[in-house]
């Protein structure tokens, strides 16, 4: 029986030939720990620290700070909570941030969240109650709504709330574009992430996308269709479109079409046409932020780049940014 050791260490024909599926605990699992990297965040820590600790399935928080120079490590060093763990990162990067946490972890699950947002009451039960229905699953999500940056509402993703989104095997869903998005929505199983490598510390941006899709290659996942985060929009955003182009993006399409795992476990002869599909989800998503940031410009010259890629596609992409305005 292949064991999540055995992953890494398994070449890519060997992975394929046993379909490198984790043999996956059966019952109720409720040790979860919360990985939030952390650099220069004192105005949203505490507050994003508060949503982890207030949940009460949460065995564990793990803050690893990536070299602030603001009061953030005191912010955390004040609160008085067995459950609360502070690392250091030395400036090593998100990706990097992340991964330590997850090697010194206990918990049975993982969930990552970003240091300025904050988890809804009752996140980490509604997660935990999907996975129990879902023995086989690597990981679990649900969704999030949108705050600025004083944390008031300004998403209206609510309105979605009968949208369903995939579960099972996801792998091709996935390849064609992120629909996870944020970290904070979702329990990974930490023998599974662990197994893959976490996430790759190569990419600058989107390698939440890429590891996810590893994680997809080696088992399900499974959708828990309820609202779980609070998801601050603010110009300090890794994927804030206002300061980032799609350009940016593009190395992660590569990472995640050059990846063995991932391409080995691809319907044969759909890469092509996934890639694309990613470009254009991507380009949309850029054009989209930079609706919600004011940049009306910005977002008609990224839906010309989706136009050129697939003019059938367009219509589509110019709903989601229409959307936007609205705070969907």
């Known amino acids: 029986m292949i064991t999540a050791e055995d992953v890494l260490d398994l070449p890519v024909s060997a992975r394929v030939a046993t379909q490198a599926r984790l043999p996956l605990p059966v019952g109720s699992t409720t040790s979860v720990s919360v990985v939030i990297p952390a650099k220069n965040v004192a105005a949203y820590v505490g507050e994003t620290l508060a949503s982890a600790l207030a949940q009460g399935e949460v065995t564990e928080v793990i803050v690893v700070d990536d070299g602030s120079t603001d009061n953030t490590i005191a912010i955390v060093r004040a609160i008085r909570d067995p459950r609360l763990r502070l690392m250091t990162n030395d400036s090593a990067g998100v990706s990097a941030a992340r991964n330590l946490g997850a090697r010194h972890a206990s918990g049975e699950w993982l969930l990552f969240l970003d240091a300025d947002d904050r988890l809804r009451p009752g996140a980490v039960a509604a997660l935990l109650a999907a996975a129990r229905g879902a023995p086989r699953a690597v990981l679990v999500y649900g969704d999030y709504n949108t705050i600025d940056s004083e944390g008031r509402q300004v998403g209206r993703r609510d309105l979605l709330k009968g949208r369903r989104k995939p579960s099972g095997d996801v792998l091709t869903r996935l390849a064609a574009g992120n629909f996870i998005v944020n970290g904070g929505i979702a329990l990974a199983r930490a023998e599974a992430f662990r197994a893959i490598g976490g996430f790759d510390t190569s990419l600058r941006y989107c390698e939440d996308w890429h590891c ?14 309820k609202l779980l985060l609070d998801y601050r929009l603010h110009t300090a955003n890794t994927m804030n479109a206002a300061v980032r182009t799609p ?46 940031f004011g940049r009306y410009r910005q977002a008609f010259t990224y839906l010309g780049m989706v136009g050129r890629r697939s003019l059938k596609s367009l219509p589509r992409s110019a709903l989601r940014v229409a959307l936007a305005c609205f705070g969907i």
Do not use: K, N
């Open 247 to 292: 350009q940016d993006f593009f190395p992660a399409i590569a990472r995640v079409f050059d990846d063995g795992l991932i391409l080995a476990r691809l319907p044969e002869g759909t890469a092509a046409r996934l890639r694309q599909a990613a470009e254009i989800h991507l380009v949309t998503y850029s054009a989209m932020q930079a609706v919600r």
């Open 212 to 225: 996810w899709c590893r994680l997809a290659a080696i088992g399900e996942f499974e959708f828990a269709p």
